[in-house]
């Protein structure tokens, strides 16, 4: 059973002076995701990742179409206490400290003081904001720092789904790790994440399955590994002491031949031709280095 289901949903953003234009920035997106994995929602600026947020958050309303989250529909929002949300820019309120702040979230979640003081302090370690700063106000961290505490605060109620919005944003490269080995222990305890992202190689490490939104549309989704494997079943072969010109003349129409810093890079469109191209190549005097499969980058196939 699919734990978030959407279905044909569409929004028009009303806009201009009278508000008579429309933008259309989601137009009739489907989808599912399944429990107890991550899923990443990619897509370039503007394509209207965080409007899909917003609709499941029901911070904005639909112009059409419905989705379901743990098997109610949006308009029940009982099923927030259920799920969880990291906005993409944040607002917190900042005079608050980070130990106020997160016991005040608890607290809108109907959480004893006891239970609340703990889960406070256990996800600001978790989320390795410096114990310094816990009881320092809001208003005097950084980008990072707010970043962590909005973590934080989306699991402050144990939740079942967490949704995050651009989770890595404003985090240097360490921040950025620390966070996706927290996202991948979410979904080692069973949790389910919807992340959304336009960083490729944070969704390609640590998403199970992927959906490319274009135009507020899904291009692709699938897992990463049908993803990939969809668009190629090209051979690429690395060779050394051949001479690259040589091997273009013998090898003609069969395969692409290129020099990079490693070798020569022979791509060959088709396996049945892998044997006669290393044939060929060994009768020039060239070394194998190795023969593989290409994989197609996600970027690649998002570009
Ligand atoms: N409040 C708004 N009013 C008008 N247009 C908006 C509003 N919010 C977003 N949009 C437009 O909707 C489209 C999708 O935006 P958004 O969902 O923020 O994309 P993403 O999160 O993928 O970058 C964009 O073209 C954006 O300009
Ligand atoms: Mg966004």
Known sequence: MPVIEINNLTKDYEVGFWRKQKVRALDGLSLTVQPHQIFGFLGANGAGKTTTLKL???????????ARILDRDISDVSMHARIGYLP????????????????????????????????????????????????????????????????????????????????????????????????AALRDEGKTVFMCSHILSDIEVLCDSVAILKGGRVARSGSLEELRAQETNAIEIIATGADSSALKQVLSAKAEVTSTPSGIRIEVADEKDVDSVI?????????????????????????
Request: proline share 5%; charged share 25%; net charge neutral.
């Open 56 to 66: 499941l958050m029901r911070l904005i309303f639909p112009t059409a179409g419905s």
């Open 88 to 183: 993409e820019s944040p607002y917190f309120y900042d005079y608050l400290t980070a130990r106020e702040f997160l016991n005040y979230c608890g607290e809108l979640f109907g959480l004893d003081t006891s239970v609340r003081n703990a889960r406070t302090e256990e996800l600001l370690t978790r989320v390795n904001l410096d114990q310094k700063s816990w009881d320092r106000q809001l208003r005097k961290f950084s980008k990072g720092m707010l970043q962590r505490v909005g973590l934080a605060q989306a699991l402050v109620n144990d939740p079942e789904i967490v949704f995050l919005d651009e989770p890595m944003s404003g985090l240097d490269p360490v921040g950025r790790r620390e966070v996706r080995d927290l996202i």
């Open 279 to 303: 044939a060929a190549l060994r009768k020039i005097g060239g070394k194998l280095v190795s023969v593989q499969p290409v994989r197609q980058s996600l970027e690649d196939l998002f570009v």
